[in-house]
Structures are given as C-alpha cells and as structure tokens.
C-alpha cells in the first residue's frame, strides 16, 4: 500500500507544472518562427563563352516573433567549383506593383564552390501584401575578362504570413 | 586576273572587318541576354514606362529583364514607406567591382565591416523633389 503524503503531492505537482512549463516554452519557441509560404521561381541560363551558369529566384514569407516577413533569395550555380569572386548575385523583393521594397547589396561566391546565394529580407509587413523575389547575378566571363550581368526570372507572388 | 584580285581582297577584308566589329559588339559589355531553360531567350516584359516633364523615364524595374527597359527613374518603397522613386544609376550600381579579384577583397572588407551601407535618396516622379531615403542592404 503505498501512502501518498502532503508533501509528496504537492512535490509532484510542482514537478508537473515545471514540465509543463518547459513543455510550452519551447513549443512557443518553435512555433515562433515558421515559413508559412515558399516558392520558386523559374531558371534561367547565363552561357558566357566557356561555361554556362544557372540562376533562380526563391522566396519565403511568414512571421517570426511577431514579424511578418518576405525573404527573397538569389541563387547561381554551374557544374564545377570555381575560383572565388566568379559568381555574385543581388537580390530583392518587390510588391504587386512592382515597387522595391528592399534591394540587397551585391555580394560574391567564396573560393572553391558551385553554388551561391544570398539573401533581401523585409520585416514587419503591415497587412498581407503581395510580394515576389526578382535579382541580378554576376558570372566572370573569362574570355573577355568582365563579369556578364543578368536579371533573374521573378518567383510568384506570396501573400501569406500566417 | 589583276582585278579579280582586287575585288577578292576588299571582299575578304569587308568580310574581315564585319566579323571583328560583330564579334566586338558580341562579347563587349557587362549587360547580357537572359535565356530560358528552352534555350530561347527572355521576352520583354513588364508594365511600360512613363516620361516624366525633364524627359526622363520612369516605371519598374522588378519586372523587366532587359537593362534597357529598365527606366531611368525606378519604382520604390522608401523607409519610411513613402513610395517615389530612385535612379537608374543608383539601382544599376555595382561597387566598381570588375574582377573576381576585386570581389574577394571587397566581401573580405564587407566582412570587417569596412563598406559603408549605401542610402539612396528616394525622389517624386519628377527626379528632383527627395521624398525619401532608400537603405541598400540584405535586410
């Protein structure tokens, strides 16, 4: 027979309601930042003499503490690991009107990959706007010895931040 | 035979001299055609653009795909949430960087923190009256 005394009971409950604290502290954390959307946008060919390069647009949306957010990414990529500087890309995000809202910096691929991107986030979105990513990529042409601008196919638009 | 000569001479050197200014107007600029998977090449698209009373242009640039599209006065939403518009050559910037060289030291300087953060001054549709700062950066 086991005899639950005062003590006992109310030391469990306190260990109940620690975990249950805990529990929902990080619940809240996790839940506190989310992707509510995600799209791609379509690819596009960059063929500069001697190599071809490929670049796409991605764009996130959702709220993170209490934040809606638009993320939109820049991305080129080619078959081999080039030299550092080879590749740059800029992005941004626009509205349904096609005014910017945020324009990233031009920055450039580190030594010894095929694949870079980089980011233009926009915080505390009033309401549920529209938006899309659209950028520009930078490839080194080395026939020429300049780098080959182009501007990358937008994503579709996203409007939830949920 | 003397003439045949001659003309096979301006003929090759016409040729010639096309080829090199062709081949020139080919691979010379930063600016380049964007092709589809499809291997055709990008249409022109986007909303057109208007002219402002000093001539100059002005619309989007999100939408267009061709730098020669993109008008002379782009589009924004300023920080302050002030819509206007900033110039083609503030948007078009690139840092001066030319060379992979030039774009590893410029990231190593980025990374201490050495390049200042760009502001664009945000103007009416006219291209003179400021209604706004545009701040450059990834966020």
């Known amino acids: 027979m086991i005899t639950v005394t005062k003590s006992l009971f109310f030391d469990s409950v306190k260990g109940f309601l620690c975990g249950a604290l805990i529990s929902t502290l990080s619940v809240c954390t996790v839940m506190s930042v989310s992707a509510a959307a995600y799209t791609t946008g ?6 500069p003499p001697n190599r071809t390069y490929y670049a796409y647009n991605t764009l996130a949306t959702g709220k993170e503490y209490g934040q809606k957010y638009a ?26 009107n096609d005014n910017a809202l945020m324009v990233g910096s031009w920055t450039y691929s580190p030594n010894n990959i095929s694949d870079y991107s980089n980011v233009a986030a926009v915080f505390s979105i009033s309401g549920n706007p529209a ?30 931040y949920t | 035979m003397k003439k045949l000569t001659k003309s096979a001479v301006m003929a090759l050197s016409l040729l010639a001299g096309f080829s090199a200014v062709t081949a020139a107007a080919v691979l010379a600029g930063s600016s ?7 291997g055709q ?20 640039a999100g939408d267009k795909l061709y730098d020669e599209d993109i008008p002379e006065l782009i589009a924004v939403i300023g920080d302050h ?21 030039e774009a590893v030291a410029y990231m190593e300087a980025k990374a201490r923190g050495e390049i200042p953060v760009k502001v664009w001054t945000v103007y009416e549709a006219d291209g003179i009256t400021p209604v706004d700062t545009f701040t450059v950066g990834n966020s």
């Open chain 2, 32 to 38: 380049a055609v964007p092709y589809e998977t499809n």
């Open chain 1, 71 to 96: 993320r939109g990414f820049t991305h080129v990529y080619t078959n081999d690991n080039m030299p550092g500087g080879y590749m740059g890309v800029r992005p941004a995000v626009y509205d349904e």
């Open chain 1, 131 to 160: 938006v899309y990513s659209q950028g520009r990529a930078r490839v080194w042409n080395t026939q020429i010895n300049d780098y080959w601008t182009y501007a990358t196919f937008r994503t579709p638009f996203l409007n939830d």
């Open chain 2, 41 to 60: 090449a990008a249409p022109h698209t986007g909303r057109p653009n208007r002219v402002n009373a000093n001539g100059q242009t002005y619309g989007t």
């Open chain 2, 81 to 101: 949430g002030v819509q206007g518009y900033v110039t083609k050559e503030d948007y078009m910037d690139d840092d001066g960087v030319t060379c992979p060289e």
């Open chain 1, 42 to 47: 379509a690819e596009s060919v960059m063929s």
